[in-house]
Each structure stands twice: as structure tokens, then as C-alpha cells.
């Protein structure tokens, strides 16, 4: 993905409530204002305790954005911090949309799991443009906290080129966002995306 932002661009988060939905959001539409960009995002949609799904949207570009809601079909990127709601990002979906899906299911009391490659398997019939990455693995094997799995995404996200913001901006906003006492585990989180490649 080019750097260059010849259009707007937009970006979904799914995942469940207690990921952190908020803070990313916070952080990536403060990475886009340091990149001299309009931005606009949405407020959290869904039930926001625990296990419950929740959704919210990003977009930001050069020109001026009007509304904070992403198209049907219209995603450039889908990033699902839990692999099962990736699902939900499929009303967002074009050939090109890019999904980024943590390797990671929360299992619902009763509720049945859908696997991994179930979820896949329907993502595919969309778009091939995917990746999966074990980011709640790593974080709670590396840094002792598996929540840390998303600002580990969209720092990856930065660092792979997936979403138009330079790593440095995602780092200013990290620094600018959150709260000191938790400052210094973010910013290993997200010097940790950048030695990782995705894999443990």
C-alpha cells in the first residue's frame, strides 16, 4: 500500500468489548492529525462489555471528511482483534479490502466457537488480501499482557505498510494518548510489532 493518500481511507475495527477499541482509535486518528490529514471516527457500535461484539470505524484522507461511517463494501482495511468477529467485517468487504485478524478466539459461554478456518474460509469467498497474526500470543508471551494485541496491530499495520501512517506518527500518538503509568509497556508493544514479523 503507497504511502501516498490519493483517496480517503477506511478502516473498521471489530472485536469484543475490553480490546481497547477506544484507545486505537484515539491513537490512529492522532497519528493521521500529525500527518496534516482529516479525520473522522465513528463512536463504538455494539455491546461494549466483555465478550460482546463491538465495531468502530476510522477514515481519514487529504480532502475534508463528511461522515465517520465506512460504505458497505467500502473498507480498505479491516483490522479484527478477535478472529471470529473478523466475520462482521465482511459487510465491508470489496476484492481489495486487506484484513488483519489477531490470532485469537474468545470463547463465549454458550456460545459455539467458530474455527479458524471456517472464518477464513468465508473472508476468502471477499478478498485473498489476508493476514493473520498471533498478537495476543506474543504480547502475553513477551510483555505478560495479551491486551496489548491491538496497539501491537496497527503498530505492525504501520510497520507492513497495511495502513497509510508512518510508524513514527503511530509512535507520537502512542506517546501523545496514553496515560503515562502505562506508557512505557505500550511503547515496547510497539517496538515488539516492529522486531516480530507476525510470527512467535
Known amino acids: 500500500m503507497k504511502k501516498d493518500l490519493k483517496k480517503d481511507f477506511n478502516m473498521v475495527i471489530v472485536g469484543t468489548g475490553g480490546q481497547g477499541q477506544i484507545t486505537l482509535l484515539r491513537i490512529l486518528s492522532q497519528a493521521a492529525l500529525i500527518e496534516g490529514l482529516k479525520v473522522k471516527a465513528s463512536e463504538l457500535h455494539g455491546l461494549s462489555q466483555r465478550g460482546g461484539s463491538v465495531e468502530a470505524q476510522l477514515r481519514f484522507g ?119 503509568r502505562y506508557l512505557e509497556l505500550n511503547l515496547k508493544t510497539f517496538h515488539l510489532a516492529k522486531s516480530n514479523k507476525g510470527t512467535l
Request: proline fraction near 5%; hydrophobic fraction near 45%.
Open 62 to 180: 487529504k480532502k475534508e471528511i463528511f461522515s465517520p461511517l465506512v460504505f458497505q463494501e467500502g473498507a480498505d482495511l479491516v483490522l479484527a482483534l478477535e478472529c471470529q468477529e473478523a466475520l462482521a467485517g465482511l459487510y465491508y468487504a470489496n476484492k481489495k479490502t486487506q484484513f488483519l485478524i489477531n490470532d485469537f478466539i474468545l470463547t463465549v459461554p454458550g456460545q459455539k466457537d467458530i474455527s479458524k478456518e471456517k472464518v477464513l474460509k468465508e473472508i476468502q469467498k471477499f478478498t485473498k488480501k489476508i493476514e493473520v497474526v498471533p498478537a495476543s500470543k506474543i504480547c502475553q508471551k513477551e510483555l505478560g499482557k495479551a491486551v496489548l494485541a491491538g496497539i501491537y496491530l496497527i503498530s505492525y499495520a504501520s510497520f507492513k505498510k497495511l495502513i497509510p501512517l508512518k510508524p513514527g506518527s503511530i509512535l507520537s500518538a502512542i506517546k501523545s494518548k496514553i496515560p503515562e
